[in-house]
């Protein structure tokens, strides 16, 4: 029993608790840089924390601007806007991409990098204090010390991290994906699924994550497929909470081969990173199987399901699944073989079984 | 789901963790209060804290008194010893004992208050760093955030809590608990075992501190009976985690009427508090099956015992039972009516049901 475990957000769950719990912010600083995106923005959560800030006396700046998958220039740009607005603390509203592009601009902004040097490692646990409040279940980013960012550098998306990334609060209020479209609905809780499982199938798993994980499934699984239609006010609150606790467990395990393989199709062919998981996941728990891999039993009891009674529930949550060519699947195979996350696999794919995955995962053409 | 959920102590767990991560000491400050009791310095622990604070260059002064139960007075030595010494930090090594009398001592250092204020409460978020390595099983005090001193003033034992009184760093490596005389091992067990239960019958349970309690439960049951005789280094370091993870879960949840009770055992008639609790908790369990309290099942499927093989557990971890006069066992039961920890339980028992279990619980006289 050999494992180190921290996670230090404090955790607020309930309807109405942005609100209700104003006073978490109150320590946080003088001023917010409001970190969202365009949409992110419309559920009702920006109003609440608006209200929360006003409560507290606390100034506000919003900074609705983040992109999916977002840039090193997005992070700029929210850096940019910090320094002229003079904020001091960061409130993120949103899914990942609003949450991870905050860690970045918290972290940046009193840890000067260049461009070239940002994903070079080596980050001193200093940051903006920060509160998150995610607006789909998905990403577990509220509850995980990781910035993803797409880097175009190495034509990858690639996590930079540092404890202090870990926020200080997260607000959990499944009341923001009311009206959260299906489509990110699904592909968030494949996002989250993806999460929990590769945790389990990590290298670095611990007593902790795997308790993590197992609950985190337990309560996921039966709710994947109601995503695809209308859920209810408990299912989302539960989904909501079954994403956090898939985020603290990757905050433990980090993720492993299926994130590895799945940046390359977000990063050339813009598949939406939960559903690239989604895509991946089949076959790389098929390969587990052929391999041995002890989680494999731990994850299907979780989940109350066998591998292909898995294997099915994504491919209803996928319907039809990306066309692409076989060669530059070939390509990706060859190109996630260097990534770490792959690294990080109890059971590390070679490339060729890389290559098995990609092109069992998508439709091919020549 | 209506939650908080905090604990942002980092735990790092492991053989020789102590000398391995002695890096976590660093950030901690320059000179260190190691606060323990006689017989916790001598099991290596004390001997591993002052290589590792050695190789950081950080200076150290003991403080070896503290006594089980620890008062005011024991808590009052140990400042003045910091203050003479100049140190600007905390290890605690030893029990719940040594680990509460630290807890005092670094947040009083910073807050000061008279005698009569210390049961007070409102203590602000501010204390001295601490590092905690416990060489027991038992009180989880390594990661919660609660300190419980003798309180002369209302004969009893009475906790302080502030969330700076979670340490930074817990250190959990079951080396240390080798040589411990079986009547500890046995008592701290029933502490730990009583932490999970308690947790899971209190109002303020939580889907969190629920899970946490589950899993302790799983892993601690299995070993309770092992306690009484010697223990393999796999069944300690299980111990040592189940322990934590039952600290945990009260750190979110608090403890309820067993603990409520146990306080007029150990501050009237010196029982050792552990064994106050084993004491109490199968009458306890049976006024639950009475009254139909949800969580009991609950507590059976992750014990995978009935309640009459669980009270059958205790009833050999606990021997002979105390023999004490049954006016005295009324009055106690008056008295812990108005406890805090009773007002907790998830059913709250009444001054009737408490007498009932406390005369059931120990052998009587007139």
Redesign the interface.
């Known amino acids: ?8 957000t ?6 109405d ?1 942005v609100t209700a ?1 104003a006073a978490e912010f109150a320590p946080l600083g003088t001023h917010a840089l409001i970190v969202t995106g365009k949409s992110s923005a419309k559920n009702g959560a920006l109003d609440d924390v608006l209200t929360a800030l006003g409560k507290n006396g606390q100034r506000a700046t919003v900074f609705d601007r983040v992109i999916p998958n977002p840039t090193i220039a997005c992070v700029r740009e929210g850096i940019a806007l910090l320094v002229s607005a003079g904020a001091d603390f960061i409130v993120a509203i949103g899914g990942g991409s609003p949450m991870d592009a905050a860690k970045a601009i918290a972290t940046l902004a009193v840890q000067e990098r260049s461009d070239e040097e940002i994903f070079a490692g080596g980050y001193a646990p200093a940051a903006l204090p920060m509160a998150h409040i995610p607006t789909t279940a998905g990403t577990g980013s509220e509850v995980t010390p990781y910035a993803i960012l797409t880097n175009d550098f190495k034509e990858t998306k690639t996590s930079i991290t540092s404890p202090a990334m870990f926020p200080r609060v997260a607000f959990l209020d ?1 009341k923001y994906m009311k009206d959260l479209p299906t489509m990110s609905a699904v592909n968030t809780a494949m996002d989250a699924f993806s999460h929990a499982v590769e945790g389990m199938l990590s290298r670095n798993a611990t ?2 994550s795997d ?2 994980a197992r ?1 985190s499934l337990h309560i996921l699984y039966p709710l994947l497929k109601k995503t695809m239609g209308e859920t209810t006010d ?1 299912e989302r ?2 989904l909501l ?1 079954a994403s956090m606790l898939a985020g603290m467990t990757i905050a433990q395990s980090g993720t492993t081969a299926v994130h590895g393989m799945g940046y390359c199709l977000t990063y050339f062919h813009g598949v939406d990173h939960g559903r690239a998981n989604g895509l991946l996941l089949g076959e790389t728990l098929r390969l587990c199987r052929e391999k041995g891999v002890p989680a494999l039993s731990e994850i299907l009891a979780a989940c109350g399901d066998t591998l292909e009674g898995v294997c099915a529930t994504l491919d209803a949550l996928l319907g039809t699944r990306e066309n692409l060519p076989e060669a530059e699947l070939s390509e990706f195979a060859r190109r996630s073989a260097m990534n770490k996350n792959i690294k990080k696999s109890a059971y590390e794919p070679t490339e060729k079984e890389l290559e098995r995955i990609f092109l069992a995962s998508c439709h091919t053409f020549h």
Chains 1, 2 share one sequence.
């Open positions: 029993m050999n494992f180190s475990y921290f996670m230090p404090k955790v607020v769950c309930g309807r608790c719990s499944g007593p902790m308790m993590l609950e408990e609150d539960k909470y």
